[in-house]
């Protein structure tokens, strides 16, 4: 089980050993690294220092400057900004799925283009979006994506659109999201020192339908990686990117 992969194919290579199936949890994509600030997609187009003004904005959650300064760097290099999102996500791609060893089931995170999934998702890669499967004799349900904030990351939806997924999933043995139930010791960055978004709607889903576990990544320094809602275990199962590591799931 993985989640929050961004970019770390050598890892992801070998996060199936021994495994049954690997579960993804999303993000793969790296646009920046805030552990270093050279990796990912905007320090490829817009240098170093950039990166470390920009991390250095957001981190003081002042998301309208950066925001002005993306939009200065973006209009100084000319160019069709989606475009060039796009070649460069592509080749990270190109790089990651061939990493999914056979089986796998994974979902989207915040940072993903899923429609460009199809594209490069082997036979082997089950992707799952409000959708559920049956693994090993249990029911897992996946639902993919983020909720909107300031950041504007290229797959959040609304809280009625997450919250439909969620409901379309209904009864399972284990609850796949990308992002936490709205916990504050689940949400919570101890690094970033920001709250992220959680969801409501998956929290009072695991208090109705009591899955065995609740497995989720998004918060990569999380106040709490696991904890208790009732008789769910819910479960941050790992900065993979910085880790290396996968956590594993077994009956």
Not at 29 to 39: E, G, N, P, Q
Not at 91 to 118: C, H, I, S
């Amino acid at each position: 089980m993985v989640s929050d992969v961004h970019g770390n194919a050598r890892d992801l290579a070998r996060a199936g050993e021994g495994a049954d199936a690997l579960i993804c949890l999303g993000d793969l994509v790296l646009f920046l690294d805030y552990a270093d600030h050279s990796r990912g997609i905007f320090p490829d187009l817009f240098g170093v220092e950039n990166a470390d003004l920009i991390v250095e904005l957001r981190t003081a959650r002042r998301f309208e400057e950066a925001r002005e300064l993306g939009a200065r760097l973006w209009g100084g290099i000319g160019g069709d900004r989606a475009a060039l999102i796009e070649q460069a996500v592509r080749k990270q791609y190109a790089e990651l799925f061939p990493a999914f060893p056979n089986p796998t089931y994974a979902t989207y995170g915040n940072v993903d283009m899923p429609r460009l999934w199809p594209e490069f998702a082997g036979p082997g890669t089950t992707v799952l979006d409000g959708e559920r499967v049956e693994i090993g004799g249990r029911v897992f349900g996946f639902v993919g994506g983020g909720l909107r904030t300031p950041m504007r990351t290229p797959y959040e939806i609304s809280d009625e659109e997450y919250a439909a997924k969620i409901e379309a999933v209904g009864e399972v043995d284990v609850l796949c999201t990308h992002i936490p139930p709205e916990v504050p010791e689940l949400v919570y960055d101890t690094v970033a020192r920001r709250f992220e978004r959680g969801s409501r709607a998956l929290l009072d889903a695991i208090r109705r339908t009591r899955p065995r576990y609740a497995l989720f990544g998004h918060v990569h320094q999380p106040l709490a990686r696991r904890m208790r809602v009732g008789a769910t275990e819910c479960v941050n199962v790992g900065h993979f990117a910085g880790s290396g590591k996968p956590w594993a799931l077994e009956w």
